[in-house]
């Protein structure tokens, strides 16, 4: 069993930046596809991004291509979400998950005031 915990959200004026971690324990996780979701008050959970660990190659939601990358570090077990540009519709709860593991993170809380 693998358990993920977010961290690093908070509140930023548009425009600022923020970088969430998501570290991961119980396994080691360099072999899984890692993904960022997000869900906004009154809003289903939505795909952010997700990186491919074979490849390497990272896909974003159209919504944040161009301000959010993804990254990880597999020595630390932990993967990185850096956020620029943000804008108040980014405000959500952000969930790290490995799809394969169907593991979830509880959620950091990320509040762009304009």
């Known amino acids: 069993q693998v358990q993920l915990v977010e961290s690093g959200g908070g509140w930023v004026q548009a425009g600022g930046s923020l970088r969430l971690s998501c570290a991961a324990s119980?396994?080691?996780?360099?072999?899984?596809?890692m993904g960022w979701f997000r869900q906004a008050p009154g809003k289903e959970r939505e795909f952010v991004t997700t990186?491919?660990?074979?490849?390497?190659?990272?896909s974003y939601a159209d919504s944040v291509k161009g301000r959010f990358t993804i990254s990880r570090d597999n020595a630390k077990n932990t993967m990185y979400l850096q956020m620029n540009s943000l804008k108040p519709e980014d405000t959500a709860v952000y969930y790290c998950?490995?799809?394969?593991?169907?593991?979830w993170g509880q959620g950091t809380q990320v509040t762009v005031s304009s």
């Open positions: 998950n490995i799809p394969t593991l169907n593991s």
């Open positions: 119980g396994r080691t996780v360099n072999f899984y596809a």
């Open positions: 990186l491919n660990w074979s490849t390497g190659r990272p």
